[in-house]
């Protein structure tokens, strides 16, 4: 690891302004993404903002009827809290679904909707990457591809983003709150967080330089059968090659999410329309316009499948 520089921030304004100050300068809570970054070499941040002390690690009700959840909740203590299983249990079931528990432990809330892509030619530091170095290219493209994006992607990158918890997060039509360098906060609705890779794929969100998380708002609860499936090469610790998070209501309608599939958490609203008429239908809406390649072409059947059996599970 190269050298950095550390200190532990007084308030979110004070994290963020120095963050905006800092050249280089990155923010660390559980740290488990970053430090693996960090001993690759990919992430070299010069300065290092510890935010565990903040306070933001808290769940509590809104007055409409939602839940609030702090940027350093960690994953444990959010799978496990009884208002999220009772009211938004698909994103219990997503938690639980991702990784392992002792990553649960310390992972947080917002640093799982930060992780970044586990694309192997990103931590292939020998291969070129748009992500690590815009420009150089992507080495995926003609390489293998069995995990990678097949929707959303450019000819820039195919990578994938890794979160579970950020699919059902979708689903729920979450909130993400923030603080900027100015004191200045804003509210950016889970849709708009991730960006499509286009031709600038080292650029993964919308947030500014030095902007903090500070907590995650969802919605008062709507009802149905919450499920998470996640298909993966093996039964624990591993990426989704697809997953599903779907609230199904009684009346067949509902929501659908797909992961593992595109560069942020994949949902068509226009194709939640079609529930009723049955998993095929809905799958042509999601998936219309994929890009997949000769090795991961496969993930459009699979996601099919896995929808199909997502909503026969909830209608029985």
């Known amino acids: 690891m190269r050298p950095f520089t550390y200190e532990r921030a007084t308030s979110p304004a004070d994290a963020a302004t ?22 690759l070499q990919i992430e070299t941040p010069a300065h290092l903002i510890d935010v565990n002390g903040l306070g933001l690690d808290r769940i509590e009700e809104t007055g409409e009827g939602g839940l609030r959840i702090g940027a350093l909740v960690r994953n444990t203590d959010l799978a496990a809290d009884a208002r999220v299983r009772r009211h938004y249990g698909v994103l219990t079931r997503a938690l639980v679904a991702g990784a392992s528990g002792q990553l649960r432990n310390v992972a947080t809330t917002a640093g799982n909707l930060l992780q970044r892509t586990r694309c192997p030619y990103f931590y292939d530091t020998n291969q070129p990457c748009n992500k690590r170095q815009p420009g150089s290219g992507c080495s995926a493209m003609g390489g293998v ?30 909130t993400v709150e923030t603080v900027r360098p100015d004191g200045a906060t804003r509210a950016i609705p889970i849709a708009e967080l991730h960006r499509l890779p286009g031709d600038t794929p080292h650029l993964e969100t919308t947030l500014e330089r030095g902007e903090l998380i500070t907590a995650v708002t969802l919605p008062k609860p709507i009802g149905g059968t919450h499920l998470y499936h996640k298909v993966r ?31 942020r958490p994949w949902r068509v609203e226009a194709a939640e329309a079609q529930m009723p008429k049955g998993a095929k239908a809905v799958a042509a809406g999601l998936l219309a316009g994929a890009r997949p390649t000769p090795d991961n072409a496969f993930k459009i059947r699979l996601a099919e499948r896995t929808l199909a059996a997502v909503l026969a599970e909830a209608r029985a």
């Open 18 to 39: 120095k963050a905006a100050a800092i050249p280089g300068a990155r923010f660390i809570a559980g740290g488990t993404n970053l430090l693996d970054l960090m001993k």
């Open 145 to 174: 591809t069995r995990q990678l994006g097949i929707l959303g992607t450019s000819d820039a990158c195919i990578a994938t983003h890794p979160s579970d918890m950020a699919v059902a997060m979708r689903v729920l039509d979450a």
């Open 233 to 263: 090469d093996r039964a624990s610790y591993a990426f989704a090659l697809i997953s599903v998070a779907a609230i199904v209501r009684r009346d067949g309608g509902g929501r659908v999410a797909l992961g593992g599939v595109a560069p």
